[in-house]
């Protein structure tokens, strides 16, 4: 079972990204897990930006990305996805995505599983 963070790159100040976290693995179903976002900028320790329940769709954001990051879930396409507007030079950063039965990021353990990290950089 894999989880595969993917769509980071580099973009200028005010752009757009959308992370994606596709689940791969014989009877891996994405559905069922709450799924939450960290990121880890240089020298700084990572930190739990969003997070979305299995069940009901809750959200939750960190102050530091409310009402610019928006996070969704595909069940059909075993997805779940991060729409990033309004990007920052402080929002460079390793992006990761993790699969829990937790109800916050802060649940997340490190025997969850965990994607391998998409980079996201911006910088004019």
């Known amino acids: 079972v894999q989880l595969q963070a993917s769509g980071g790159g580099l973009v200028q100040p005010g752009a757009s990204l959308r992370l994606s976290c596709a689940a791969s693995?014989?009877?891996?179903?994405?559905?069922?897990?709450?799924v939450a976002w960290f990121r880890q900028a240089p020298g700084k320790e990572r930190e739990g930006i969003s997070y979305?329940?299995?069940?009901?769709?809750?959200?939750d954001y960190a102050d530091s990305v409310k009402g610019r990051f928006t996070i969704s879930r595909d069940n059909a396409k075993n997805a779940v996805y991060l729409q990033m507007n309004s990007l920052k030079p402080e929002d460079t950063a390793v992006y990761y995505c993790?699969?829990?039965?937790?109800?916050?990021?802060?649940?997340?353990?490190?025997?969850?599983?965990w994607g391998q990290g998409t980079q996201v950089t911006v910088s004019s």
């Open positions: 993790a699969a829990t039965y937790g109800t916050s990021w802060d649940d997340v353990r490190e025997d969850d599983y």
């Open positions: 693995g014989s009877g891996f179903d994405l559905e069922w897990y709450a």
């Open positions: 979305i329940h299995w069940e009901d769709g809750r959200t």
